[in-house]
């Protein structure tokens, strides 16, 4: 019986913690690690192997490998970003993309020569940008998406679950658009138990509503708030991300998530094509759906500055 298998591209900050939480998950019986720096990859490697002698982890085989050995992946998580000397990534994303924009050329050029299959899940930023960049090569499109704003929809949720003192996980919601600065809630979907976000106030009179750009400026504070203290880094939550996203596509769970992918432009009438993050059911084929969500006129605008952002990156790129 073959066993799932995980191709982490990349192991710094980010992809360490990929192979901890996939460790944990126990999804994977086999975890190949690919990284120019095969010594740091076989450290991180051997440091995770140490534990499988523990009660309470299963013998998981975890080595470094090459792009042959994706192949016969199931699911590749590409972390890889430049290093920068200080080990501090710079929060302008333009910046970023100059340095990684060569390292994803190396890497999809090798991903389509070993594999046509397995599903790609991009956490590089600037995310939106990098998927862009990987739909241009010969690749099926349902198989390739990025993280997106999984991370900064969890933080929406968390954000409105300790204002109304509960479980982030009854918030039912999400940020659209581009990951980081420009993404945005959608509110004229979010709900709590079931109450829409504007007739929350009847059942909690105690809590103020914010406004959308009262929360949208407090989840991408957060953001930054994070990448302050811990020196440009955020690693664990993105990793839970992606390592959410390879179950439901492993199990064929057809959860909603709302991830990065290639969009044409005529979705929400764009002149150019681009990638941003809209909610889209995921499965054993990858993004079987693209939901494409009514939204009222605040939205809309927010979109259109989330997609002008993008296109600036996608220019420099072309």
């Not at 360490?16 to 944990?24: D, G, I, M, R």
């Not at 720096?37 to 009660?55: C, N, S, T």
Request: aromatic residues 6%.
């Amino acid at each position: 019986m073959k066993t799932q298998k995980l191709a982490i591209i990349g192991v710094g900050h980010v992809g360490s913690s990929v192979l901890a939480t996939a460790l944990q998950t126990e999804l994977f019986g086999e975890i190949v690690l690919l990284d120019p720096k095969d010594k740091v990859a076989w450290g991180e490697g051997l440091d995770q192997m140490h534990a499988a002698g523990l009660l309470s982890r299963k013998n998981i085989a975890v080595h470094i490998g090459d792009y042959t050995d994706l192949a016969d992946a199931d699911i590749v998580i590409v972390a890889a970003t430049h290093v920068y000397p200080n080990g501090e990534i710079p929060a302008d994303r333009q910046e970023l993309l100059t340095e990684n924009l060569p390292i994803i050329h190396e890497i999809m050029t090798n991903i389509v020569q070993n594999t046509q299959s397995a599903m790609l899940i991009f956490i590089t930023n600037p995310a939106d940008t990098i998927v862009y960049i990987a739909a241009t090569y010969d690749y099926p499109r349902n198989l390739l998406l990025s993280t997106g704003t999984m991370l900064d929809s969890s933080r929406l949720r968390q954000l409105l679950g300790q204002r109304y003192q509960v479980d982030p996980k009854s918030v039912s919601g999400y940020m659209m658009g581009e990951h980081g600065f420009a993404a945005f809630p959608v509110l004229s979907h979010l709900t709590i138990a079931g109450i829409s976000y504007d007739k929350l106030s009847t059942y909690f009179p105690e809590v103020a509503l914010l406004t959308a750009e009262e929360i949208k400026e407090k989840v991408v504070q957060a953001a930054y708030d994070v990448f302050a203290a811990k020196n440009g880094v955020t690693n664990v939550a993105v990793a839970q991300a992606a390592i959410d996203i390879a179950r439901c596509i492993l199990l064929d769970e057809k959860s909603i998530f709302p991830v990065s992918v290639p969009m044409t432009g005529h979705e929400y009438h764009f002149a150019k094509p681009c990638a941003y993050s809209i909610p889209c059911v995921l499965g054993k084929e990858g993004v079987e759906k693209k939901l494409l969500v009514s939204l009222n006129s605040w939205e809309k605008e927010k979109l259109a500055e989330s997609v002008a952002s993008i296109r600036k990156s996608i220019i420099l790129t072309e």
